[in-house]
């Protein structure tokens, strides 16, 4: 089953917005990352969030973790059309061992 | 050059036939994986190597099996495959050390269609 739960599955927003997504997962965590992936491409990492962390910006991104809710949050502020794409959570499971995804949100970015 | 490279990019074939997806890494790094990529469902795991004598099954390893030749190389066997295996097939290293400590870093996957 799935580690992580993205929220939207889908969000559309014009140029110049933010874009928030949220992710959910179930079980204890050593760190949760967010990917992007262009259609049909491979997967980039974004951001790498740890436990023992609450919040991470890198550039535009902003990136929160709430262990106690079990959740984690994306925020990509002034969005551009070149952010359309789908971004995945993933969780690395206490261990280390394993990292799993979620659905992922697909983001569309009008002009 | 690509750090992690698959071969084949898009392989078209017909059930029974076995079929085997190749990756092979420049990182330097023990751990890889295989992940599969279906619509709406994003990625699960398959297997996962930590290195050459360590193999692990993953979420969804039946009807797959993995061979790790060499540190750099983590190849997915598919010995029969069949049409649910239609899917698009990524290959993962991860960081284990530094500020990149448990960071994926992903090969440009292979699509399989299975006929």
């Known amino acids: 089953s799935q580690q992580g739960e993205e929220d939207p599955q889908a969000l559309s927003i014009q140029e110049g917005e933010n874009a928030t997504m949220n992710c959910s997962y179930k079980?204890?965590?050593?760190?949760l990352q967010w990917y992007r992936q262009n259609s049909g491409r491979g997967l980039v990492h974004l951001i790498l969030?740890?436990?023992?962390?609450r919040e991470k910006h890198s550039g535009r991104l902003r990136v929160t973790l709430d262990t106690s809710k079990k959740s984690s949050s994306l925020l990509i502020t002034a969005s551009r059309a070149a952010d359309t794409a789908s971004y995945f959570c993933?969780?690395?499971?206490?261990?280390?061992?394993?990292?799993?995804f979620g659905a992922g949100t697909r983001l569309f970015v009008k002009a | 050059d690509a750090d992690v490279t698959q071969t084949p990019r898009n392989r078209i074939t017909k059930t029974g036939k076995r079929i085997m997806l190749e990756c092979s890494q420049t990182?330097?790094?023990?751990?890889m994986y295989w992940y599969r990529q279906d619509p709406g469902l994003g990625l699960r795991l398959i297997y996962y190597?930590?290195?050459?004598?360590?193999?692990n099954k993953g979420e969804i390893s039946d009807g797959y099996s993995v061979s790790r030749q060499a540190q750099a190389k983590f190849s997915l066997s598919l010995e029969s495959a069949i049409p649910n295996q239609t899917a698009l097939y990524f290959c993962?290293?991860?960081?284990?050390?530094?500020?990149?400590?448990?960071?994926?870093?992903f090969g440009e996957g292979s699509r399989l269609t299975v006929l």
């Open positions: 990182k330097g790094h023990d751990r």
């Open positions: 993962a290293t991860k960081s284990t050390t530094g500020d990149r400590n448990g960071e994926l870093f």
């Open positions: 190597s930590f290195d050459v004598k360590d193999i």
């Open positions: 969030i740890r436990s023992n962390e």
């Open positions: 993933a969780t690395e499971r206490t261990g280390g061992f394993k990292t799993i």
């Open positions: 079980t204890s965590i050593n760190n």
